[in-house]
T-cell receptor, first 111, second 112 residues
Framework: RKEVEQDPGPFNVPEGATVAFNCTYSNSASQSFFWYRQDCRKEPKLLMSVYSSGNEDGRFTAQLNRASQYISLLIRDSKLSDSATYLCVVGLMDSSYKLIFGSGTRLLVRP | DAGITQSPRYKITETGRQVTLMCHQTWSHSYMFWYRQDLGHGLRLIYYSAAADITDKGEVPDGYVVSRSKTENFPLTLESATRSQTSVYFC???????????FGPGTRLTVT
């Protein structure tokens, strides 16, 4: 079983749609959570951290459910520029500062 | 503000050759990481470093060597390249106290 699992998609949605991605993680000791965005043939870039209370950044909302070991990302009013792969990322908060990356969910926003 | 850079950006080499990929960061981050990314596997950690002269293996270290004599540089060497090492290699860094990693632009390596 992968440590971080995501639906690979692709999710194909029209502009203006709301889309949600989910992610599960297997290690209950995980303490830090992120969503990264990766455009085709580019490096991953931090989109947002995910906090237990949930957090919002503009059109993006991230939620964490520790009991279910589940993380979500909601994108409202999708733009063409949101087309990318979204990586769910988990860290153990140990001295190594290592992160575990999911394989990513691909989003295609069409006109 | 260069941040984190990698060189070369593209490299084609032959099986059996030694190749070194360079990574340089200007933030004085303590932690640096090397990943490879292949279709179907996502990002996999090769090696990481907590500080100069401190390195440790990640998930897929076989066939790779690292060194870190200076905080800002973290070169990755393929001692004898194999076709299975054809991949995109990303370097990343983070400062102490935060888990947010920042990535370089990547090196696309092809081993023929």
């Amino acid at each position: 079983r992968k440590e971080v699992e995501q639906d690979p998609g692709p999710f194909n949605v029209p502009e203006g749609a709301t889309v949600a991605f989910n992610c599960t993680y297997s290690n209950s000791a995980s303490q830090s959570f992120f969503w990264y965005r990766q455009d085709c043939r580019k490096e991953p870039k931090l989109l947002m951290s995910v906090y237990s209370s949930g957090n919002e950044d503009g059109r993006f909302t991230a939620q964490l459910n520790r009991a279910s070991q589940y993380i979500s990302l909601l994108i409202r009013d999708s733009k063409l520029s949101d087309s990318a792969t979204y990586l769910c990322v988990v860290g153990l908060m140990d001295s190594s500062y290592k992160l575990i990356f999911g394989s990513g969910t691909r989003l295609l926003v069409r006109p | 503000d260069a941040g984190i850079t990698q060189s070369p950006r593209y490299k084609i080499t032959e099986t059996g050759r030694q190749v070194t990929l360079m990574c340089h960061q200007t933030w004085s981050h303590s932690y640096m990481f090397w990943y490879r990314q292949d279709l179907g596997h996502g990002l996999r950690l090769i090696y990481y470093s907590a500080a100069a002269d401190i390195t440790d293996k990640g998930e897929v270290p076989d066939g790779y060597v690292v060194s870190r004599s200076k905080t800002e540089n973290f070169p990755l060497t393929l001692e004898s390249a194999t076709r299975s090492q054809t991949s995109v290699y990303f370097c990343a860094s983070t400062g102490t106290g935060t888990y947010e990693q920042y990535f370089g632009p990547g090196t696309r390596l092809t081993v023929t």
